[in-house]
């Protein structure tokens, strides 16, 4: 099992940069795909993006490519996601997720494990 901590919400102005981090618990986070999640008000929870186990293979929407970056760090259990010239309609609560399937990497319901979650305001 894997318990997941997410951090670095916080205020910022539209165009500024924000970098979030995710603590994982566990031994085996090396066996994990990662994603990364975001729920705006009155939305449903949508894909932003996803790191396979090894950190060489990253997937994004189309819609923030260029924009986030995904990242990971095995030895410290850890998983980033930078995200720049951010907007206010970047505006939700990001979740940090963990798969230990093999499933669509895009899918909500391939990822079995979720963070509390981390607030994201971006003020235009």
């Known amino acids: 099992q894997v318990q997941l901590v997410e951090s670095g919400g916080g205020l910022v102005q539209a165009g500024g940069s924000l970098r979030l981090s995710c603590a994982a618990s566990?031994?085996?986070?090396?066996?994990?795909?990662m994603g990364w999640f975001r729920q705006a008000p009155l939305k449903e929870r949508e894909f932003v993006a996803a790191?396979?186990?090894?950190?060489?293979?990253?997937y994004y929407p189309d819609s923030l490519l260029g924009r986030f970056v995904v990242s990971r760090d095995n030895g410290k259990n850890m998983v980033h996601l930078q995200m720049n010239s951010l907007k206010p309609e970047d505006t939700a609560v990001y979740y940090c997720a963990a798969s230990s399937t093999s499933g669509a990497v895009r899918a909500l319901s391939a990822f079995e494990y979720w963070g509390q979650g981390t607030q994201v305001t971006v003020s235009s």
């Open positions: 790191i396979d186990w090894s950190g060489n293979y990253s």
């Open positions: 566990g031994r085996t986070f090396s066996r994990y795909r």
